[in-house]
């Protein structure tokens, strides 16, 4: 079904006059961005509402299996363009907006974007219900509204981050809708007692309010309209006004504050789970009201429904180990809530879940303290006891020896190992990139895998083309459509392979490096306007964005960049040989991680010391724009020449910023890692530099008993590079700044950034080179858009579907 043909510009106009005078209640004259951004957001919300109940009511009477992806994180990005874009009402916004006296600009603006998630594992959660809705398959994205999304970045005096809350519903949030009608109740605590007949009762010992708030999903041309449904959590203890006295007054409403702690804030760590109490109920509150509230959609107005045919109604994708809780509770549900036998249970809860591995590294798998499950959830730590003992059975009878029995432990009496649960209780688990799914077999799970070998699959993630191609790159999109002649690729991705001949067609390379370089002009008035940076769009834009990780390596880079820096002032390089480079970083550390904090301020610092040092003046300029966003991801991708995907070999899942730098014509230098595999593959070995260690050189070298203060031997300008750090180069002379990164280098580095040094800076020279060619960089440029049409995340999306949800559109 395509999408009504809405409204004219003027129409659109009266529209949002009239949000203005009977929702907020000011007029014209009086209204500022922010209330118009407000009134065009209700106006566009109105004209999705049709669809968005069609398609929640034929997915119900439908039949089609539902998808619901079930993720603590959904990195969203601002909503207002992207609605506007599915609902065909860009144009009409854009002069509607001018009738009315501003400028679109400042209207998009005063959107704060949620920031529901730490990066790559909530973006693609974004990503993957924007193609859901846009294939027309039935879905919802379920999570947690919290009330603090991710931190907002700083830097102080010294360059070191500030973290500040992101209270980004303090202003009118016209996208959610609170639907307190349709509100679950969640249970803790308490003790598990045995009734006369045998089965078991949870007397939980308090409970909280799961507020369902929706968020429309509109998919582009399909007519469909998803829900994202996120809960917030409210108290049922309002103040006791009968037993309170004067002095009780503020105990009174500490219930309250407990219950409504839970949706407070996103948790900014990404890589070393803390096992905090706060968390797991976080994880249990969202994933028990959500399939509560599945079997309320599926089971319209039944007291007894048939769940034996749950599976057929919707499938639960497990986003990471974050709701893998919802194993035994759907299993508490079936047999506690509606009385059926553990076996029915657990044929359908087995056929019901599906997990997706988004790590390799071992300290980043959840595992949980038997005890605080016991205390939070008394039930399901019964039920997973007795996951372990089925299981451990099962292995018994497929003839598994002791040992590997012993290593597959779900629970091993002290925890609870998350993985290992999601992989046992449902149906498939996949990873999210080949080379990442082919280690998860080999490494992370392989006794797992060899025991149920048909459980594992690979689905290599993907980016929405339409937030990352159409509205952040629109300049690349006009010319992507005048050069295929259609815009359907924005809903096939491939066909961008219809632009590889253009590549020789120096007319169509012309137009892409002119579209590039506007790009680059864009984002210099961007960077100065927000940021106070003069960045000069005639030099290389060299791009590394991504969170702050040892593993990613930001460490490796700056490194070559010092490196550079000191060839350029010894005069070892003399400057006229120099190509122009602007460097820029984005990233945020979690609060408690002191190296990734660390190099966060070296980085400051080192852009303080280049950028003001006359020497190197107009040939080298590193820049940190600080709070990288979605939004600043959508400004800075399509400026960006060259990315940077240099992750040690076997430590990155996938990576999803290297495809959206891809299908926006930057050149990628980077690892043998992650989905950097099949991208190198895909857009030709010859357009793309790789540099480094592969995965079994990496091994050979741990196996070894790596030595990295060998590495710091023998090269000199690695080792002219740290000194610097020590010896106060970027720090006013003071040695100590440094020094725990300094020494971790010469004495860990675990992730073997000084063994990859000399290959990584030795490749510089082949990039600088080839940019000295400005139509061969663009042709390579182009035939990385043409050949990237495969990370489409509608193509991750079919891939599930036939691999692992076995399901299809609605008809
Ligand atoms: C877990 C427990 C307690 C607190 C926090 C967490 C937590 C939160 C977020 C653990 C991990 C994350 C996020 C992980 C993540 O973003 N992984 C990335 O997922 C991407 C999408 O698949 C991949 O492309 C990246 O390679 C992977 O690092």
Not at 198 to 223: L, Q
Not at 272 to 291: D, H, M
Not at 477 to 482: A, Q
Request: aromatic share 12%.
């Amino acid at each position: 079904t395509a999408p009504k043909s809405p409204v004219t510009a003027a129409q659109f106009a009266d529209e949002i006059r009239e949000q203005l005078t009977y929702h907020q209640g000011v007029t014209v004259a009086q209204a500022t961005p922010a209330d118009v951004y407000v009134a065009a957001s209700l106006a566009v919300r109105r004209h999705l509402m049709d669809a968005w109940m069609t398609t929640q009511a034929e997915m119900v009477n439908g039949h089609t299996k539902a998808v619901g992806y079930l993720s603590a994180e959904f990195l969203m990005g601002k909503q207002l363009r992207n609605a506007l874009l599915n609902a065909g009402l860009t144009e009409q916004f854009d002069e509607a907006v001018k009738e009315l006296g501003f400028d679109y600009q400042d209207v998009i603006d005063a959107e704060h974007e949620p920031g529901l998630g730490n990066g790559g594992l909530g973006r693609l959660a974004a990503c993957f219900i924007d193609s859901l809705a846009s294939i027309g398959v039935p879905a919802f994205g379920y999570g947690i509204q919290y009330q603090y999304g991710i931190f907002e970045q700083e830097f102080d005096e010294q360059g070191r981050q500030i973290e500040r809350p992101d209270y980004w519903l303090t202003n009118d949030e016209p996208w959610g809708h609170v639907d307190y009608n349709r509100s679950q109740k969640v249970s803790f605590g308490g003790t598990v007692v045995e009734n006369a007949d045998g089965t078991k009762a949870w007397k939980p010992a308090w409970s909280v309010r799961a507020v369902p708030v929706d968020y429309m999903v509109p998919g582009y041309k399909s007519g469909r309209v998803n829900t994202l449904r996120l809960w917030r959590a409210k108290s049922y203890d309002e103040f006791d006004l009968l037993t309170f006295n004067k002095s009780e007054y503020l105990d009174a409403v500490k219930p309250q504050v407990k219950a409504e702690n839970i949706s407070k804030i996103l948790y900014p760590e990404d890589s070393t789970p803390e096992g905090k109490a706060l968390r797991l109920e976080q994880q249990y509150f969202f994933v028990s009201a959500s399939i509560h509230d599945a079997i309320r959609v599926f089971y319209p107005g039944q007291d007894k429904p048939d769940l034996t045919t749950f599976p057929d109604k919707i499938t639960f994708q497990l986003n990471d180990t974050h709701p893998v809780i919802g194993i035994p509770e759907l299993m508490r549900v079936m047999i506690d809530e509606y009385g059926y036998d553990w076996d029915t249970a657990w044929s359908v809860t087995t056929k019901t879940f599906n997990y997706t591995c988004h790590t390799l590294l071992p300290e980043a798998l959840e595992v949980w303290p038997a005890s605080l499950i016991g205390e939070l959830l008394p039930r399901h730590l019964e039920i997973i006891e007795r996951i372990e003992r089925q299981f451990e059975a099962e292995l018994v009878a497929k003839g598994v020896d002791a040992a590997q029995i012993e290593r597959m432990k779900i629970y091993t009496g002290d925890a609870v190992r998350m993985a290992y649960l999601a992989t046992y209780g449902g149906s498939h688990v996949n990873g999210v990139a080949e080379l990442h799914s082919e280690l998860l077999k080999d490494v992370t799970l392989k006794d797992f895998s060899d025991t149920y070998p048909d459980k594992f699959a690979n689905v290599t993630n993907g980016v929405t083309p339409r937030r990352f191609v159409k509205l952040a790159n629109p300049r690349l999109s006009d010319l992507i459509t005048e050069g295929l002649g259609t815009d359907k690729w924005l809903t096939d991705l491939e066909m961008l392979k219809g632009l590889a001949p253009l590549a020789n067609d120096d007319e169509f390379v012309k137009k892409f490096a002119a579209v590039k370089q506007a790009n680059k002009v864009d984002f210099a008035n961007y960077a100065k306007r927000e940021y106070g940076f003069d960045l000069d769009p005639n030099t290389m834009f060299n791009t590394m964005v991504k969170r702050l990780h040892e593993y990613k390596r930001q460490s490796l880079k700056i490194l070559a960049l010092i490196a550079r820096y000191a060839d350029i002032k010894s005069g070892k390089v003399s400057a006229d040989d120099v190509m122009p480079r602007t460097v820029i970083f984005g990233a945020k550390a979690a609060p408690g991680y002191y190296l990734a904090k660390m190099t966060i301020q070296l980085i400051n610092n080192v852009a303080r010391v280049v950028n003001n040092d006359p020497d190197v003046k107009g040939k080298l300029n590193v820049y940190f724009p600080w709070n990288y966003n979605v939004r600043l991801a959508q400004h800075l991708i399509p400026a960006t020449d060259l990315d940077e995907q240099i992750s040690q070999a076997g430590k990155e899942a996938s990576g999803t910023g290297n495809m959206k730098f891809a299908l926006n014509g930057a050149l990628t230098v980077g690892t043998l890692d992650g989905a950097n595999v099949e991208i190198r593959e895909r857009v030709g070995a010859e357009n793309f530099f790789l540099f480094g260690m592969t995965v079994d050189e990496v091994e050979a070298q741990y196996a070894n008993g790596y030595n990295p203060a060998r590495y710091y031997e023998s090269d000199p300008r690695l080792k002219a590079a740290i000194d610097m750090v020590s010896d106060g180069t970027f720090s006013d002379g003071d040695r100590n700044t440094y020094a725990p990164l300094v020494a971790d280098w010469l004495t860990k580095d675990w992730f073997m950034t000084l063994a990859d040094f000399t290959a990584y800076a030795a490749i510089q020279g082949e990039i600088e080179a080839l940019y000295a060619q400005p139509l061969e960089w663009h042709r390579k440029a182009i035939l990385n858009v043409a050949n990237s049409g495969y990370f489409s995340s509608d193509r991750s999306i079919e891939d599930y579907l036939e691999r692992i949800w076995h399901t299809g559109s609605m008809a």
